[in-house]
């Protein structure tokens, strides 16, 4: 309701400051999103922690519990895509919530009858990896149907302050539930999430409309038709092969460092839980800056200086000892935090502005097959040179590797591009032969 008469002074700065906040479709995704990264930070931790301490797991079983989380980005991304193009989006993202909850919860169950094997991780793992892919590739098709192109990057920005503040808190969250209940029994808190953020999709009132497919597409063609959007424009391309380097060297660094923590650093899993919060204390400050960041180095010089100058803060942590001069370490992952989300915001913002409709499905499940894709490989890669070389090498491997991704977008048009170009012509549905 509009007043009349002379509005108050900070009325403006509050609209501004809350934004899509104010409707209520956007609001059920902020929500869904805040209970879900808070439920995900918990099982980012328990999951391999429950290998290393419950069941004493050695390295390459940790990397491959990891690249099981991420294999299913390389046998059904593609497909995925073009499934998820054909469906309406919020049905998909509700499903994998649910399906995700009950997954997680044989884990405690199966502890508490103490029946729990690192082959059922493995299965844990994947099925969630599985999920994963249709919700995150649905998620990422979702919002530009909610919030519109124009306010994409307003609606990615407080997305991220989200999985920012998750990152933040989470992780104190998870060191201290897997420090009073065990490791295993603390997934059941991300169960409850799930499912929680399944009943606030739910009630997002805002309904899609039939996806426009031709009846004789076959899913071939159509994962073809998305590969080629991807690769031939040379702009998106080069961002993919960054974001997918990155990920292939960050798969094996990750792998590694939940099991150098505990096993080399003699930390527990609180204080595991407080280093990765700096990780999320830097990706919050990252929210908050993509803006003036972006203002000030234009949108295509943000995506790579973003990663190049932040990238070296990984570099802290295999130089690091037991005692003080790990917080060093830790505030290294936290510059990583602030690069890692101003790259985000403006790849995704990009991508969601430069595909048509009819073909984000594809687009995004074509990234996250290469990139999520790359991690599994790189969480594999990890596990072992772990076993064989140690885990504080594949950690200097590994954040070598990441320093170098900039060098993709760096070599393209995007070094010194100011603003994206408009996105293209929406193309007419693929038939057939």
């Not at 490791?183 to 808190?189: E, Y």
Request: aromatic share 10%; net charge positive.
């Amino acid at each position: 309701m509009i007043s009349i008469g002379a509005p108050a002074p900070d009325a403006p700065a509050k609209r501004d400051r809350l934004g899509l906040l104010r409707e209520p479709d956007f609001r059920g995704l902020f929500l869904s999103t805040t209970v879900a990264q808070f439920g995900y930070q918990i099982t980012t931790l328990a999951l391999p922690l429950a290998a290393v301490i419950a069941l004493d797991a050695g390295e390459f079983q940790v990397g491959l519990l990891s690249s099981m989380t991420m294999a299913a980005f390389l046998l059904i991304g593609l497909p995925a895509g073009a499934w998820v193009d054909r469906m309406r989006r919020r049905r998909v993202l509700i499903v994998s919530d649910v399906v995700r909850a009950a997954v997680l919860m044989t884990v405690p169950i199966a502890w508490w009858a103490d029946v729990l094997t690192i082959w059922q991780l493995y299965a844990v793992a994947f099925v969630i990896g599985v999920f994963t892919v249709f919700f995150d590739v649905s998620y990422q098709s979702y919002l530009p149907h909610l919030v519109g192109r124009d306010r994409l990057v307003e609606g990615n920005a407080k997305l991220e302050v989200v999985r920012s503040t998750a990152q933040l808190g989470g992780p104190v969250l998870a060191g201290q539930l897997i420090g009073w209940l065990t490791a295993p029994v603390a997934l059941a808190f991300d169960a409850v999430a799930m499912g929680a953020s399944a009943l606030f999709l739910v009630r997002i009132r805002r309904r899609e409309a039939k996806p426009r497919v031709a009846h004789d597409a076959r899913i071939a063609t159509e994962i073809k038709e998305g590969l080629s959007f991807v690769f031939r424009n040379r702009i998106l391309a080069s961002i993919v092969a960054a974001t997918s380097w990155w990920n292939l060297w960050m798969g094996a660094y990750m792998a590694m460092v939940i099991v150098f923590l505990p096993r080399d650093m003699g930390m527990t899993p609180g204080e595991i839980g407080l280093l990765f919060a700096v990780f999320g204390i830097g990706g919050l400050v990252g929210a908050f800056a993509t803006g003036p960041v972006t203002a000030r180095l234009g949108e295509g010089r943000a995506i790579w200086i973003s990663t190049l100058v932040t990238s070296p803060g990984l570099l802290l942590l295999p130089a690091a000892e037991p005692g003080w001069r790990i917080w060093i370490a830790a505030a290294g992952m936290g510059l990583v935090g602030v690069g890692s989300v101003v790259y985000n915001v403006n790849q995704v913002s990009f991508r969601q502005r430069l595909t048509p409709d009819r073909l984000l499905g594809r687009m995004n499940a074509t990234v996250r097959f290469l990139a999520w894709g790359l991690s599994a490989v790189g969480a594999l890669i990890g596990g072992v040179l772990g076993e064989f070389a140690g885990a504080r090498e594949t950690l200097w491997i590994g954040a070598i590797g990441v320093c170098l991704a900039f060098l993709p977008v760096f070599f393209s048009p995007l070094r010194n591009l100011r603003e994206l170009p408009k996105p293209e012509p929406e193309p007419e549905p693929v038939r057939a032969a």
